[in-house]
């Protein structure tokens, strides 16, 4: 059966198709022949950027497709459906070249799928005189050492932090804050990856060069390093759509982790009183990073005195959801509220005016990070069968399939998938919840044996 929202969209784009079609107007598979037609640029449409094309061409919106690199992960490359767009072009460095480029086509927005393509999005955007960011504050929506400063700067509270180039200055300043454990972090990085937990200064200084000879999850080097002080308290993430400095906050949740690695997370429901003060914090923390338009994702800690304290942030969409999971839940989710924020203004705003702290939730949620302790080649696909039979299971995604190689899951980007449940009942959920970690390592294991 159907999700809602994707009946929404289903039902949309045949309708769309269906006047397409009566008005002489059919699907054509040449780039040349939507010059100065409306269509909408997605700037690395990899993991839920696909959801973003399937939504923009149920709103009857062609897409044309910029890489910001020619170099991306091999985990994003694989996970986008090249045949949706009309065209597709690689950015080279250039801005006045790709401008060019696309002076064929009539664009109506310029929308950034994924992380790696915050910066040159609304870069375009803005040269485009187009819905964007704060142009002054534009390095800050992916530089986590400029971000966390302007939060800083704006009277917000964060954990001590800095960057690095040099192991002599690291272990200064390790020394002096004398704060363990420390994290260490690439400065544009994504999806927890290459984030370390440091204990000692040995480890910071094997988690410093391992750093500085590896590469960013986009391929880029690490010239530069950030160091944090670890936070305590609860940990949340928040998606957020915002329109001409107007701010809806989809949803919140609170998020469980083993290290890096996501363990779990489940929505916070505006009832309950932490919402307040998280919903007047994120209020202040756009204005602060100068997020003006468009999704956001937010990540922060709550401390004993019930201040939050910002982690990190990205002007985007949330990577790898489940947006039907979100949709079950409160009845709408991050895709739906930032395509209402493009396509329907007065419905947007009159939702920011409508909004109370009140129990929204239809039924209550957790998304379960699956987590391998085993690696190696998968020699079948995941046995999922006995999970897929739990009273509240929603559904599920996996990143491996046979001959994919299986890794032992560290953060986001080597777990091998996660499980989405829902309930009417808290207690079943966390029953299902420990049902699903008694089964899966043998589930890895029974994949990779021979």
């Not at 949309?12 to 269509?39: H, M, Q, T, W």
């Not at 009277?155 to 994290?183: A, H, Q, R, Y």
């Not at 002007?315 to 493009?342: C, K, P, V």
Request: with cysteine; net charge neutral; aromatic share 12%.
């Amino acid at each position: 059966m159907l999700k809602s929202v994707e009946l929404f969209f289903f039902t949309r784009a045949i309708c769309v198709a269906l006047l397409l079609g009566l008005a002489g107007f059919p699907y054509l598979s040449n780039a040349k022949d939507f010059i100065k037609k409306e269509v909408v640029v997605i700037v690395d449409g990899y993991s839920t950027g696909k959801d973003i094309v399937s939504g923009l061409r149920s709103y009857g919106y062609n897409v044309v497709h910029i890489k910001s690199s020619p170099d991306i992960n091999k985990v994003y490359n694989e996970d986008i459906d090249h045949k949706y767009f009309i065209t597709e072009i690689v950015y080279e460095g250039d801005i006045g070249s790709l401008l060019k480029k696309l002076s064929t086509f009539k664009i109506k927005f310029v929308i950034p799928a994924s992380e790696s393509g915050v910066i040159l999005a609304n870069s375009l955007s803005h040269n485009l005189h187009l819905p964007s960011n704060d142009p002054k504050k534009f390095l800050g929506l992916r530089d986590k050492y400029i971000m966390t400063k302007l939060v800083k700067d704006n009277g917000l509270k964060t954990v001590s932090f800095e960057k690095f180039s040099s192991i002599k200055d690291l272990v200064k300043w390790s020394k002096e804050i004398n704060s363990w454990p420390l994290v260490i972090k690439p400065l544009k990085g994504a999806g927890g990856d290459k984030v370390i937990f440091c204990n000692n200064i040995t480890e910071l200084k094997e988690a410093y060069f391992f750093l500085k000879k590896s590469k960013d999850v986009f391929g880029n080097p690490n010239d530069e390093v950030l160091v944090q002080t670890y936070a305590e308290g609860q940990e949340y993430m928040a998606n957020l759509v915002l329109l001409n400095k107007k701010l809806f906050v989809v949803n919140v949740f609170e998020v469980n982790k083993r290290g890096a690695a996501y363990d779990s997370f489940r929505p916070l429901i505006a009832a309950d009183t932490k919402y307040v003060v998280v919903h007047d914090y994120l209020n202040k923390l756009v204005e602060a990073l100068g997020i003006w338009n468009g999704a956001a994702h937010v990540e922060f800690k709550m401390s004993e005195d019930n201040i939050p304290v910002f982690i990190e942030s990205g002007a985007r969409i949330m990577g790898s959801a489940d947006l039907s999971f979100q949709t079950e839940i409160n009845g709408y989710n991050q895709l739906t509220i930032l395509l209402e924020s493009y396509f329907d203004h007065k419905n947007f705003f009159k939702r920011i005016e409508n909004f109370k702290f009140e129990d929204d939730a239809n039924k209550f949620g957790m998304n379960v990070a699956l987590i391998s302790n085993e690696s190696g080649y998968l020699k079948r696909n995941l046995d999922l069968s006995k999970i897929i039979q739990l009273k509240t299971f929603h559904s599920f995604k996996t990143s491996v399939k046979v001959g994919s190689y299986l890794n032992k899951t560290v953060d986001l980007l080597s777990s091998p998938g996660a499980v989405h449940l829902i309930s009417e009942d808290r207690t079943q959920l966390n029953h299902d919840y420990n049902s699903i970690r008694d089964l899966e390592q043998n589930i890895f294991k029974q994949a990779i044996q021979d």
